[in-house]
């Protein structure tokens, strides 16, 4: 029976002591204020305190919590609620070392709820606490490079790890390299801070961690002598940390940064937190280096190191990134009209050393500011410009010549530019973009093309022309239609000029520009000219076999057929086969040939006109080559553009057409007028020096069963 408090208190200490005791674990009695008022040998042997030693003291004091007032009073809290609870928490051992201790505590009450004790088992969990808290950074690390975190999130789980095993004494920060910079990292624990210290990167007082990246393995007593910004100065003098251990890391021999542990208790490093430590270093090692082939991986995958910017699908990738809405903007696509023709004559490298040159005076460019460049394909460069629509005008920079394989050459750009219409995707305005370059590729005398909607019609239908452009080369069904040249005066003809022309039976009429175009990109057009080379040649032997009157015929050579190695070989070799005179033949070539290599052009002039055969500069006057080229090559005809003709009523377009006319006279160039339409453009052709012409004037191109009429 039970007479009074104090013997009841008694009996109670007594039964919790034989509890304790028959436990065989270390273990204390705390009284209602949390003071120690018994503790058996095995605590002893745990803690390294005596029980004297400890009596009546705080538990928060001798376990090593006292400092964190916040910690102790919640535990409190939590003890007076009378059920039995647990703990973990970080103890100090008599001589500093820290440990992870499970604290399991049974409380003793009266009937009153009078707290009268508790019986404190303390169990040192260090080995399985580190071990069970390396696996889950171990898995937190895995899954963030699995899910391709950044380095610095997967260095924050460390930072967080470190901060759960010393909580509430232990706040950790990472501090490493970066691109030539310093990066701090901490855990969300350090919130207040978190924000504050990302802003540190900016900042050119954030250097001063660099002390601690040449720093070894050591221990700060005092937070004075670190190298801290305020800001985390302040945040460790309210948390009362006041210490510092930093360990290095370092990754294949090299220092990459320093993990910084701020604590708050005087505490020596216990040996299983170092090997946790070094573990750590392991999984670091891996996100670094997972970090740094990621880096490469991007590298390859994102950017062009040829031109020294990012490729398309960095481009891409960056803009997508921003994640706002593409509704204003620009995407310019630039491409050398030569492109294709250099790489051809002097290889990848060159062409990709044009681009950079190019790339570089389009820096240079003031309205380039806020313009993202980017590398479109092997050919083309990328401008892309978000929330206003500008595009960048590229006559400027194409003033001077570029420096192609030592030589000072001139070189046109080709521009397809598109503007964003309603979201995106960016993909979508990129494809614009390329449909409407390739409209401007196509047609010699346009530079800059805009994407509309139609462009996507005309996209399909050079896919079919494409399809089918094959059979038709396979099968020869290409027909040759030829117009005659004409003296204006006499109207004589005096030479014709063959076309192709393509009736497909799917696709129907088929115009030459369109199909020409087509062809060269498929690289195909040597073909497509062979064919009516030698329908023109089949013919001529025909005529000549008969003894009937035969004129030159002009046949059109693309530029990759003119430089194709084999062209004058092949060209002979036809001739030979149908028994034709090199003299009948005049090979017309555009203007824009000499702009790539005038060098080699010039050479293949020279045998072609050595082997007896005439060349003609076709659509002179619109290409930007200057005339003094003409003076290198040995042409014997030159044949004004259409575009010349037509506008020859305007004054300016009569002079320039004056002046050529009379280069050519001097260069004793034979000079015929092309697309002449009406009486007046042949006579003021005429009063100006040009007496040869072709045009739907005097006859319209024609199959060559028609031609034979008028012969
Ligand atoms: P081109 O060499 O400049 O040929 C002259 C073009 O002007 C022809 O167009 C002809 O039909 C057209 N034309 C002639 N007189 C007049 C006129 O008075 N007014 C107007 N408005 N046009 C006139 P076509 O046949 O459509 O050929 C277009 C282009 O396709 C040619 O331009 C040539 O560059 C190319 N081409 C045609 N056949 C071949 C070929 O066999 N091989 C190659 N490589 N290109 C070819
Ligand atoms: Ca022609
Ligand atoms: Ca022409």
Not at 317 to 330: D, F, K, Q, Y
């Amino acid at each position: 029976m039970i007479e009074n408090n104090t013997t009841n208190m008694e009996t109670i200490f007594q039964v919790a002591k034989n509890l304790g005791n028959q436990a065989k674990k270390p273990y204390v009695i705390l009284n209602h204020l949390f003071q120690v008022v018994h503790s058996n040998d095995l605590y002893t042997q745990l803690t390294g305190f005596e029980a004297e030693e400890i009596y009546l003291q705080h538990y928060a004091t001798i376990s090593g919590n006292y400092k964190s007032t916040d910690h102790t009073r919640k535990i409190e809290a939590e003890l007076n609620k009378g059920a039995l609870s647990v703990f973990e928490v970080v103890h100090i051992h008599r001589d500093n070392r820290s440990f992870t201790s499970k604290l399991t505590c049974i409380p003793f009450q009266l009937h009153d709820n009078n707290m009268v004790c508790h019986v404190v088992f303390i169990e040192d969990i260090t080995g399985e606490k580190l071990k069970s808290a390396y696996k889950e950074v171990e898995q937190s690390i895995f899954t963030a490079i699995e899910k391709r975190k950044s380095l610095t999130y997967q260095l924050q789980i460390i930072c967080s790890a470190i901060d759960c095993l010393f909580y509430p004494r232990g706040f950790t920060t990472i501090v490493w390299h970066k691109e030539n910079k310093i990066k701090v990292v901490a855990s969300s624990a350090l919130q207040g801070m978190k924000s504050n210290i990302s802003l540190y990167a900016a900042d050119p007082r954030y250097g001063i961690y660099e002390d601690f990246l040449s720093a070894d393995v050591q221990t700060y007593e005092n937070l004075e002598e670190l190298p801290l910004v305020d800001a985390h100065r302040q945040f460790a003098q309210e948390q009362a940390l006041e210490k510092c251990f930093v360990y290095p890391i370092q990754i294949q021999q090299q220092r990459i940064g320093a993990i910084i542990l701020l604590f708050n208790a005087d505490t020596k490093q216990n040996q299983p937190y170092i090997d946790f430590f070094d573990k750590l270093f392991a999984l670091l090692e891996l996100a670094y280096n997972f970090d740094k082939q990621q880096k490469q991986l991007n590298n390859i995958a994102y950017f062009d190191h040829a031109l020294d910017i990012p490729n398309r699908a960095g481009i891409l990738r960056n803009i997508e990134a921003l994640g706002i809405p593409l509704t204003v903007g620009t995407i310019q696509l630039i491409e050398p009209t030569e492109f294709s023709r250099i790489v051809e004559l002097y290889g990848r490298d060159v062409g990709d050393q044009l681009l950079k040159q190019i790339v570089e005076r389009l820096n240079g460019l003031a309205e380039m500011k806020n313009v993202r460049i980017g590398r479109m394909s092997s050919a083309s460069i990328m401008l892309v410009t978000i929330g206003k629509q500008q595009e960048i005008q590229t006559a400027s920079i194409l003033e001077k010549p570029f420096l192609i394989n030592n030589e000072q050459l001139f070189v046109t750009c080709k521009n397809g530019i598109a503007h964003f219409q309603e979201q995106g995707p960016i993909e979508e305005y990129m494809r614009h973009a390329e449909g409407a370059l390739t409209l401007a590729k196509q047609q010699n005398t346009v530079d800059v093309c805009y994407y509309d909607s139609r462009h996507d019609e005309k996209m399909k239908r050079d896919m079919q022309i494409l399809n089918h452009l094959a059979a038709a080369i396979k099968e020869r069904i290409f027909e040759v239609y030829i117009q005659p040249k004409v003296d204006v005066r006499t109207r004589e003809i005096i030479a014709f000029e063959a076309l192709a022309r393509w009736e497909d039976p799917e696709l129907g009429f088929v115009p030459p520009d369109q199909f020409i175009a087509i062809a060269e990109k498929a690289g195909w057009v040597d073909k497509v000219d062979a064919i009516i080379l030698e329908k023109v040649l089949v013919w001529l032997q025909q005529r000549i076999q008969r003894g009937e009157r035969v004129t030159p015929v002009a046949i059109n050579i693309s530029p990759s057929h003119f430089y194709k190695k084999t062209f004058i070989e092949e060209l002979i070799q036809l001739m030979a086969k149908y028994e034709v005179n090199h003299s009948l033949l005049i090979i017309e070539v555009t203007e824009n040939l000499g702009l790539v290599n005038i060098e080699q052009a010039e050479k293949i002039i020279y045998r072609l006109n050595e082997a007896g055969f005439q060349v003609s500069v076709d659509d002179f006057g619109i290409g930007h080559s200057s005339l003094s080229y003409l003076q290198k090559l040995a042409f014997s005809e030159l044949k004004i553009d259409r575009s010349f003709t037509s506008r020859l009523h305007e004054e300016s377009t009569f002079a320039i057409v004056r002046s050529i006319i009379q280069i050519a006279q001097n260069l004793k160039f034979r000079l015929v007028a092309e697309g002449v339409e009406t009486s007046e453009q042949a006579e003021a052709l005429l009063d100006l020096g040009c007496s040869i012409a072709q045009g739907y004037l005097f006859y319209k191109p024609m199959p060559l069963s028609e031609a034979e009429k008028y012969m």
